[in-house]
């Protein structure tokens, strides 16, 4: 499904349209672990069903039964388990290695810096970014519990690890189980999520505020939302939701 969602009655959207069509870095954050996991995972597959999902945890973690991973909502070859953190930490190894022995000199700088960055990033990433030929859409990769690895990744790097996804086509789309610290600047949109605990008995009652990247519609200026409101998101909260959650 790729849809600018909006609401009932023939309102204006809820999200950009662009956000659907266009490769963006999007960050997600909020108390509430399973409320972020699934509007990451709504915004995600809204954008493209081939998402990749990237989760820093064990497998073996505990997960609670509206879980995406754990409800089979993300296919084997598509989910990657990142544990230890480390794993995942930036690719050192190749930022001395020779540009000019691997592409044309000929090439401009832009290219010849984009090419260098993308070595910089972690070989998975390069992995996911290789696997998607261009169609015309963005492609995704939705990375959860980034909280765990924030120290592996310096402050202004993250300029440079988002601007090469976005050059390759891909969107960024960030899931952060804590309050966002000073680097949610650093993405082009992003939505606080109220809430709080594992459970989402009253997960209609939460709103979702439109912090950046948002000039019109029921989210401009930072205005609450409630989820069921929210047609994208009350779609995939209802099915996450079981009877006794």
């Known amino acids: 499904m790729r849809s600018s969602e909006g609401s009932a009655g023939g309102e204006p959207p809820v999200f950009p349209v662009e956000l659907f069509y266009q490769a963006h870095s999007v960050l997600v954050y909020g108390p509430s672990r399973p409320l972020v996991r699934l509007t990451l995972f709504a915004l995600a597959s809204s954008v493209n069903p081939m998402f990749h999902w990237v989760e820093f945890a064990s497998p073996t973690v505990e997960r609670t039964p509206c879980d995406p991973v754990r ?11 990142i544990d230890p953190a480390e794993r995942f930490s930036p ?15 000929e090439e401009p700088p832009e290219s010849l810096n984009h090419f260098a960055e993308f070595l910089r990033l972690p070989e998975l990433s390069q992995q996911i970014i290789a696997s998607q030929a261009p169609d015309g859409h963005p492609g995704v990769v939705a990375v959860t519990n980034v909280q765990h690895v924030a120290d592996a990744f310096a402050y202004d790097r993250v300029p440079s690890i988002l601007s090469v996804h976005r050059h390759s086509g891909f969107s960024v789309m960030v899931g952060h189980d804590e309050t966002a610290g000073p680097g949610r600047e650093l993405f082009d949109f992003v939505f606080r999520l109220e809430g709080t605990g594992d459970r989402l008995h009253d997960w209609k009652r939460y ?13 401009r200026d930072r205005r609450p939302v409630r989820l ?8 995939v ?6 009877s006794d959650s």
């Open 71 to 81: 409800l089979g909502w993300i296919p084997d070859d598509r989910l990657w388990l």
């Open 91 to 105: 690719d050192t190894a190749n930022e001395k290695l020779s540009i000019s022995k691997l592409i044309s000199a």
């Open 207 to 219: 709103n979702l505020v439109g912090e950046k990247g948002i000039s019109s519609g029921p989210l």
């Open 228 to 235: 069921d409101e929210i047609p994208l998101l009350d779609a």
């Open 237 to 242: 909260l209802s099915e996450a939701r079981p």
